[in-house]
């Protein structure tokens, strides 16, 4: 993926078949499903890939068994195929993961665990391990740091687990080596049209701050919380069909599991699931439901979110960590498609697809583990639209990029999938660049260089925050390692020493945000 030569395609193509406006995992899923269908495809993302909510989720591939509480038995079973379909098609990204669930009063085991195994039944042969009771003896075995006091046994059940940035990248990439094109940094800033309908997109590149007229035959809206804006853009009247709802996550060291088996506890005091969930070496906690008014791409943790979450984790862990404990601090919000319910923890995770008169169309809600359906569906309504009918979704057996099957999930760079070759080969070239960029962070400096080469990294932050997750796993030390970060990518990029400044001191402002003491 290589950002200029996207743009020179960008400016060489007279009309594309399917213009996409959004970079998260609604609009890169569209973008693999039309270039793979055979589409000229482009797809524009304002900031970089996965920069809105797709880099801040809890990083689970799942059903839901929340939703199953609720009754929700058909965004379910269709959450259990996709899980089953990404495990397939991205076996490189998403790991087989293991929950308990402690059971601390008499009727949580039979409750949790026949739903679990109502889970394993609907999840069918995409299924990945049974689910069982667990014995007071086995469920410390299992989560070691559970509080010991009343408890009486546990459920073990399965999910997926991968690296939501990665999945991103990877996507972006499965669509490039389809022949899409894709741009971070180029934002749409209005939509072209032609007797009323919408025939393409005025779109801003925000690093040459250069404007490009982009016709296509349908414009997919894909900009998950700043989907109202965009509908704006096509009708000035159109009313908000967005609620934005908060969840913050908590990172500590690995520590506080003392296991590689994550923890589910199914009900906090505002009737949500708290995950306690081990991810590169750290371990995980989220995450909270609160309703926010407004979209922004950096939202912040509140203070009242992050003692919800400790005040929770300390109820169920034997060894509490302290605020001192804290590596990081992130906020993501959900973008819900509204309903009439106050409460945002009880609004449809399922998306919904609308065409506007003037033939816009957009999706809104889903969830990550759904991102390949919600592509299929919007994509069924552009073909027909464009009379491209003849073209079907190829995705359910579509390999993502970097498909490397039996991956070890030990190996250091495994995230890369078939990609670690061609990184260790930088490393032959040069050996110091097998160097930490860090000595608490788990990155190596070809890791940048390959960013940069091949990735579309384009700045500090999308190095620190996206490519790698320093910024998630510990954001002090990801701070620390910005200068040397700027300075690897400056040369990569042919850059200044103004611009190093400008990238240091730009990332350290976003990434204070990623401190706990900091937050008020
Ligand atoms: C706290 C939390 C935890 C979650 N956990 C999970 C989980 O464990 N598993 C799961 O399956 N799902 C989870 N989800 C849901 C999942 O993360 C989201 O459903 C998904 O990431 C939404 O993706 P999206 O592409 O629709 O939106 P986004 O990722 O926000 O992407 C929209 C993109 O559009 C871009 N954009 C905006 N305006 C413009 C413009 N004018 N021009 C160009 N681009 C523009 C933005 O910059 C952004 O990158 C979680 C969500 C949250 C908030």
Redesign the pocket.
């Known amino acids: 993926m290589n950002r200029n030569k996207s743009i020179q395609e960008l400016s060489s193509t007279k009309e594309f078949d399917i213009c996409i406006?959004?970079?998260?995992?609604?609009?890169l899923g569209i973008a693999v499903d039309a270039a793979s269908r055979g589409c000229k495809t482009v797809l524009?993302?304002?900031?970089d890939f996965?920069?809105?909510?797709?880099s801040?989720?809890?990083?689970?591939?799942?059903g839901g068994v929340r939703y199953l509480q609720q009754g929700n038995i058909k965004l379910v079973m269709e959450a259990l195929k996709e899980r089953g379909l990404l495990k397939k098609n991205a076996p490189h990204l998403v790991k087989n993961q293991s929950f308990v669930i402690p059971n601390y009063k008499w009727w949580e085991n039979s409750f949790y665990g026949i739903g679990l195994k109502v889970y394993d039944w609907m999840a069918g042969s995409l299924g990945l391990g049974p689910s069982k009771f667990l014995s007071k003896e086995e469920t410390l075995a299992l989560a070691p740091n559970l509080d010991e006091d009343g408890l009486r046994g546990g459920v073990l059940y399965h999910d997926g687990q991968f690296d939501d940035a990665r999945l991103a990248i990877h996507l972006a990439m499965t669509a490039a080596d389809h022949g899409a094109v894709v741009i971070n940094y180029m934002?749409?800033d209005g939509l072209l049209k032609a007797n009323g309908k919408v025939c393409g997109v005025i779109a801003k590149d925000n690093i040459e701050d250069k404007e490009y007229e982009i016709k296509a035959k349908a414009v997919i809206n894909?900009?998950?919380?700043?989907s109202d804006?965009?509908a704006k853009m096509d009708d000035p009247k159109a009313e908000p069909l967005i609620s934005h709802s908060q969840?913050i996550h908590l990172v500590f060291d690995k520590e506080f599991l003392l296991s590689d088996t994550a923890i589910m506890i199914p009900r906090t005091d505002d009737g949500r699931v708290l995950f306690a969930v081990p991810w590169h070496n750290k371990t995980i906690v989220?995450?909270t439901d609160t309703p926010v008014s407004s979209a922004s791409?950096e939202p912040i943790a509140m203070k009242g979110e992050i003692e919800f979450v400790m005040q929770h984790i300390h109820r169920y862990l034997k060894k509490d960590p302290s605020y001192d404990d804290i590596r990081s601090v992130f906020a993501?919000?959900?973008?819900l498609v509204k309903s009439n319910s106050k409460i945002t923890a009880a609004i449809s995770r399922d998306h919904h697809i609308s065409v506007s008169d003037s033939e816009l169309i957009s999706i809104t809600g889903?969830?990550?583990?759904t991102y390949r359906k919600m592509a299929e569906d919007v994509m069924e309504i552009a073909v027909h639209k464009t009379g491209m009918s003849e073209k079907e979704c190829v995705t359910k057996n579509l390999h993502v990029h970097g498909y490397k099957e039996n991956n070890n999930y030990r190996a250091s760079l495994y995230y890369y999938g078939t990609d670690e070759e061609t990184i260790k080969d930088l490393i032959k070239k040069d050996n110091s660049l097998s160097e930490l960029i860090h000595p608490s962070l788990p990155y190596i400096k070809a890791e940048i260089i390959w960013a940069a080469q091949n990735e579309m990294c384009m700045t500090v932050e999308d190095a620190l925050a996206r490519r790698t997750r320093a910024l998630l796993l510990d954001a002090k030390a990801a701070i620390e390692s910005a200068p040397l970060v700027a300075q690897m990518l400056s040369k990569e990029m042919n850059k200044d020493e103004r611009w190093i400044k400008e990238q240091t001191a730009s990332f350290k402002k976003t990434a204070l945000n990623y401190l706990p003491l900091a937050i008020t």
């Open positions: 406006i959004g970079g998260g995992a609604t609009g524009l993302e304002k900031y996965a920069k809105g909510t797709s801040r989720s809890t990083k689970l591939v799942h934002s749409a894909a900009t998950g919380i700043f804006s965009i969840g989220g995450t791409e993501g919000l959900r973008p889903g969830k990550w583990t």
